[in-house]
């Protein structure tokens, strides 16, 4: 029996129409860890995002673009339709297939109160209803679930954090008594390793441990963490004011905490990060309201932490260069294909003793499968790099100190003068925004044109956001703010470190993308922010028309090249060192 006729036989013995199933786990992560992926198990569905709908004689997959052709594979177009993943797709679709008095159950540890919220009102809407769940079904029907992942703790140094644990409360907890919050519930894992100055292995590629926490506004903190986790010389280690709390009694020490105390005011979350079931609970207990103050505290580096991500740029920028010098002498020896060269490119960062893991799974892509921005590589997807004439590489790794995510795209034979024209408008609007000077308060919505505008004035631009934000030693895509058409208030602030990757997608045929990390840093000019490129690897001169380039382009891209010479030359074997010496003079030739 297949496992979703199993959940549906459970929905008929409990009497429910339907249950809800997103990829999300309990800390509503981006990467969810193997115990977690019960969308995976109930429709085999392996992408890292996805929602779905059972019904006791139906069920539908709602997935994105990047997304539709590994979705069609794995499930069982008999059981399960695969659908598109637009916004309130799933409370939308609910609304064609329930009837009146009918009952959808939804685990409400695994969604956002939003989410919860959209799904009731559309439901209410045709006289169904929500149900929320206690336990979860799959966890029980799910007899071989990989244990939840509880490895220990590590303590995060000063040398790489910049800043004590009780500097970052006190600094939290001044924003939190300045909206008149009484504490703050740390839901999201990277919030709370930033916080407490820790970090973990609980998730894959991103170093954080699954935990929650309840910090008060005088710096006092609730850490909901289990004992064994952590050593006796650990815990002397961590600054003063932080209790450990059993984790299994969240709920009830949230509710006799707020009974017995004196705490007055309700209590910050971060809406996006913060389950249903804790919302609703904080919301009846004391009130709760939303905050991003500690989500813009780690944001926004301190000398120390933009150090650290300079140096793991370094440290980066030398595996991408040997890899980038092997890969163009192996093309011509080997049959390659995307899956060997996502393994060829860890194994060269992992090189290095400092390298600490991926910071996401390598996107590897050949041909028409680049032109799918954000294509995960399958064993049945997998296609022979040699085959096409362009190749996409997204890729990144986790160091003490800092996270790293560079795209390169890299022509493999001739390209036509269509691809190269593409790619230099792409350049160019890299570039602008590279070299971008802005007042302070601008948001990232505000300049995301100037990395479109080339591409705009021949018809064509790209469907994903131009930058996002990205952690110190943590999370690969952080917010609040990012670099998108999306009219995000959260302006760009002096120290966050932002994605740079505009890029040009031609369905079935080829994609492009160029991303380097920039800081977020104080300009000359009073008032004004700008950037400062700490990505440093070389771009292929295969792919760029030089009559498209003007004075300013072209002085940026002799600098950029000359740095990158200068920077890691010494540090090159000969080959190596005439691979990017021949790279370099094809920019000091322009």
């Known amino acids: 029996m297949q496992n979703i006729e199993k959940l549906q036989n459970w929905l008929v013995e409990k009497g429910l129409a339907g249950m809800v199933i997103y990829s999300s786990d309990e800390y509503l992560n981006e990467y969810t860890p193997p115990s977690a992926r019960r969308l995976c198990w109930a429709t085999a569905f392996s992408g890292s995002v996805g929602q779905a709908v059972i019904l006791q004689d139906k069920a539908a997959l709602f997935i994105d673009g990047r997304y539709t052709t590994q979705a069609h594979q794995q499930a069982d177009a008999e ?188 209590v910050g979350i971060n809406q996006a990060r913060t389950p249903s079931h804790l919302h609703h609970l904080l919301e009846d207990i004391a009130g709760a309201s939303h905050c991003n103050a500690l989500e813009v505290n780690k944001a926004c580096k301190n000398t120390v932490e933009l150090d650290g991500a300079r140096n793991a740029q370094h440290i980066d920028g030398i595996a991408m260069i040997k890899f980038l010098a092997w890969l163009e002498n192996a093309v011509d020896q080997f049959e390659l294909t995307e899956l060997d060269v996502a393994q060829k490119v860890t194994e060269f960062r992992s090189a290095s003793s400092a390298f600490e893991d991926i910071s996401f799974t390598p996107i590897s892509a050949s041909g028409p499968n680049a032109a799918l921005a954000h294509y995960s590589v399958t064993e049945e997807s997998n296609r022979v790099i040699n085959e096409s004439n362009m190749f996409l590489l997204d890729s990144g790794g986790q160091y003490k100190g800092g996270t790293t995510d560079i795209t390169r795209t890299l022509s493999l034979g001739t390209a036509s003068d269509f691809q190269k024209r593409c790619f230099t408008l792409v350049l160019k609007g890299h570039i602008a925004l590279a070299t971008a000077r802005f007042p302070k308060g601008t948001t990232g919505s505000q300049v995301d044109v100037l ?140």
Not at 115 to 140: F, Y
Not at 226 to 253: C, K, W
Not at 511 to 535: C, M, P, Q, S, Y
């Open 451 to 590: 990395a479109r505008q080339y591409l705009w004035q021949e018809g064509l631009d790209y469907g994903h956001g131009t930058g996002h934000g990205v952690g110190s030693y943590l999370s690969v895509h952080e917010g609040p703010a990012s670099i998108s058409m999306r009219p995000i208030p959260e302006p760009l602030r002096a120290g966050m470190i932002m994605s740079n990757e505009p890029g040009y997608y031609l369905e079935g045929e080829f994609g492009i993308r160029i991303e380097n990390l920039v800081i977020v840093k104080e300009a000359d000019a009073e008032g004004f922010l700008e950037f400062e490129t700490i990505t440093e690897v070389p771009l292929d001169p295969g792919l760029i028309e030089p009559s498209l380039l003007s004075d300013t382009d072209i002085a940026w891209l002799k600098a950029y090249h000359q740095r990158v010479k200068n920077r890691f030359t010494e540090e090159l074997d000969a080959d190596e060192r005439r691979w990017l010496s021949q790279k370099v003079e094809f920019f000091m030739g322009l």
């Open 79 to 266: 059981k399960i339709e695969v659908r598109s993943l637009g916004q309130n797709a799933v409370p939308a679709w609910l609304k064609t297939q329930v009837a009146a008095g009918q009952k959808i159950a939804v685990d409400p540890r695994l969604h956002t109160g939003a989410e919860v919220d959209a799904l009731s009102g559309a439901l209410e809407a045709c006289g169904a209803s929500l149900e929320t769940l206690d336990d979860n079904p799959v966890d029980q029907l799910w007899h071989d679930r990989p244990a939840p992942e509880r490895e220990p703790v590590e303590i995060y140094g000063l040398q790489f954090s910049g800043m004590s644990s009780e500097e970052k409360r006190r600094q939290l907890g001044e924003a939190l008594k300045d909206k008149g919050l009484s504490a703050y519930m740390v839901s999201a894992p990277e919030e709370l390793a930033w916080l407490l100055n820790v970090r973990g292995k609980d998730l894959p590629a991103t170093p954080v441990c699954q935990s929650y926490a309840l910090m008060e506004a005088g710096g006092d903190v609730y850490w909901f963490l289990d004992e064994s986790r952590i050593s006796e010389a650990q815990r002397q280690q961590l600054d003063s004011g932080i209790t450990l709390v059993d984790p299994e009694n969240v709920t009830a020490f949230l509710k006799q905490h707020f009974a017995s105390s004196k705490l007055e005011g309700a």
